[in-house]
């Protein structure tokens, strides 16, 4: 599991931590997307600047965390990384960031689902290799297997560069390249964070048909957890449904806004 949920002060946030694609494990956890992962949530949850500005935290950790890398003994060929979203809740505003692929969804009035789909964008040729192999051999080991080194290039090539996509990693300036903005608190009740997993109940599944359906579910999210496996053990090869992994970790947090006046 290399995904991190945490929430204080009024701040919520998700952190995905991304699996490793060459055998690297120096930062102490059980994988380096982990270890990431665990030390921005550090930060975010007893820095004070998390209160003022998520994206200083942020900045922060990846200072941090670049400083550690440079004492490991062995320098990772692909530096660890993560995807995060941050919601802050203020008097009169809800505050976002949104770095990489986690989904943020404002629902109340509208519905708003904000997520940055770079990583997707640029990975266009990798995933039609991938979706060609497991047309070939209906094996997904088989496919993913043979797409792996076109994963390492994909991150070398385009993580935090200029026509790329930018995420959590060793870069201080990752941050300021995030999804940012604000709502006013009134026009929204609730707030969903979660990683591209828990998203696949959506975006990948249509378990339900769109985020706003399935926040005025009230399915709680365990419940959410256990389709979304469910969907991935009725797919056990990734035929249906061409993916990364076959059961990826899924995490999700979802706020009630206090004093909001929207319905739902």
Do not use: K
């Amino acid at each position: 599991m290399e995904d991190v949920v945490g929430c204080a002060a009024g701040v919520a946030w998700v952190i995905d931590g991304a699996t490793s694609l060459t055998p690297s494990t120096v930062g102490g956890a059980s994988t380096d997307g982990r270890w990431l992962a665990e030390l921005l949530d550090r930060h975010l949850r007893s820095s004070e600047q998390t209160l003022r500005s998520p994206e200083g935290a942020l900045r922060d950790g990846i200072r941090e965390a670049s400083g550690l890398v440079r004492q490991w003994p062995t320098s990772p060929r692909v530096p660890p990384s993560a995807t995060v979203g941050v919601a802050r809740l203020r008097q009169m505003q809800i505050d976002y960031l949104v770095l990489s692929d986690v989904t943020l969804v404002l629902h109340g009035l509208d519905t708003q689902v904000i997520t940055d789909t770079a990583v997707q964008d640029t990975s266009s040729r990798a995933r039609e290799y991938f979706t060609q192999a497991l047309r070939r051999t209906g094996s997904y080991s088989a496919a993913r297997s043979a797409v792996n080194d076109l994963l390492i290039d994909h991150r070398l090539n385009n993580m935090n560069r200029p026509g790329g996509y930018w995420v959590a990693s060793l870069d201080e300036d990752a941050p300021q390249h995030a999804l940012t903005g604000s709502v006013p608190r009134s026009g929204y009740d609730r707030v969903l964070l979660c990683s591209d997993g828990f998203a696949r109940l959506v975006d990948l599944f249509g378990v339900f048909a769109s985020w706003g359906d399935l926040i005025e579910s009230r399915t709680p999210l365990a419940e959410c957890a256990r389709l979304l496996r469910e969907a991935e053990a009725r797919d056990p090869e990734s035929l249906r449904h061409p993916r990364w992994t076959v059961s990826d970790d899924a995490s999700a947090i979802l706020l009630g806004v206090p004093g909001a006046v929207a319905g739902g």
